[in-house]
């Protein structure tokens, strides 16, 4: 049985499915045998294809890890500014922009893990993340290869961040109205004086690395207070 009718097939396919993933360049110079050429390096492609699952598997892993690092931090705030005493106030510098606010975070923390992001977005509650593209060039005598692999990925989100847009309309709204801000919403809620504080569950686990490992899940706080809310509203 012909050896080259048997391999050709079977290294078609393989490239065919590493092309799922990213393309391939190969350039062979003055070979009188390209199948034989290519043969004899076809450890150097399937090495390439390693290196590009290598590299996609710890960006996956720290755009993940970066992500619970910043719902973390995003939840021990309460996405104000520290001389805000975790109040929210509308009309003011302790107004939070919750999405902009995590996006900052999140581009610090996947910075930390050695990543830089080309484009960041939230959309339906997941976090897409840009990357440089994967690169592997190898050039030998007659034989060039170049493996590039796009790197995009995407992570849902741990902390319903819609819901929290959502909330915030609706609390500003009811603000707007002169109502009792602890009645315009389902959310729970403590009362102490004038002081509301709103406490949003989660039920997705995080997993945070401080002094040691830990899984938890996020939860969070925010105040308002009822009568000082930033927003001069005529009551009926």
């Known amino acids: 049985m012909n050896k080259k009718a048997i391999f050709m097939p079977m290294f078609s396919f393989f490239v065919l499915l590493i092309l799922t993933y990213g393309y391939y360049q190969l350039i062979i110079n003055e070979s009188q045998d390209k199948y034989k050429l290519i043969g004899l390096n076809q450890a150097e492609i399937i090495k390439s294809y390693d290196k590009g699952e290598e590299y996609l598997f710890n960006a996956e892993n720290a755009v993940k890890y970066a992500s619970y690092k910043s719902i973390d ?3 021990k705030t309460s996405v104000v500014l520290e001389k805000c005493n975790n109040l929210w106030k509308f009309n003011s510098d302790c107004e939070p922009n919750l999405e902009k606010t995590f996006l900052e975070l999140f581009k ?3 910075q930390d893990y050695g990543y830089n992001a080309k484009e960041i977005k939230i959309q ?3 976090i897409i993340v840009i990357l440089d593209n994967f690169n592997y060039q190898k ?4 034989f060039k290869l170049e493996y590039n692999l796009p790197v995009k990925i995407k992570q849902e989100l741990a902390i319903d961040l819609n819901k929290l847009n959502k909330l915030k309309e609706k609390i500003k709204k009811c603000a707007q109205d002169g ?3 602890n009645t315009c919403t389902d959310e729970k809620t403590k009362v102490e ?3 509301i504080t709103f406490t949003i569950e989660n039920n997705k686990d995080i997993l945070i690395y401080t002094d040691k490992l830990e899984t938890k899940k996020p939860i969070f706080v925010f105040k308002i207070n009822n009568k000082d809310n930033g ?3 005529e009551v009926f």
């Open 124 to 126: 339906d509650n997941s």
């Open 193 to 195: 004086g004038d002081i």
């Open 179 to 181: 109502k009792d801000l």
């Open 73 to 75: 931090d995003f939840s």
């Open 139 to 142: 050039e030998l005598s007659k």
């Open 231 to 233: 927003i001069r509203a």
């Open 108 to 110: 610090s923390d996947l």
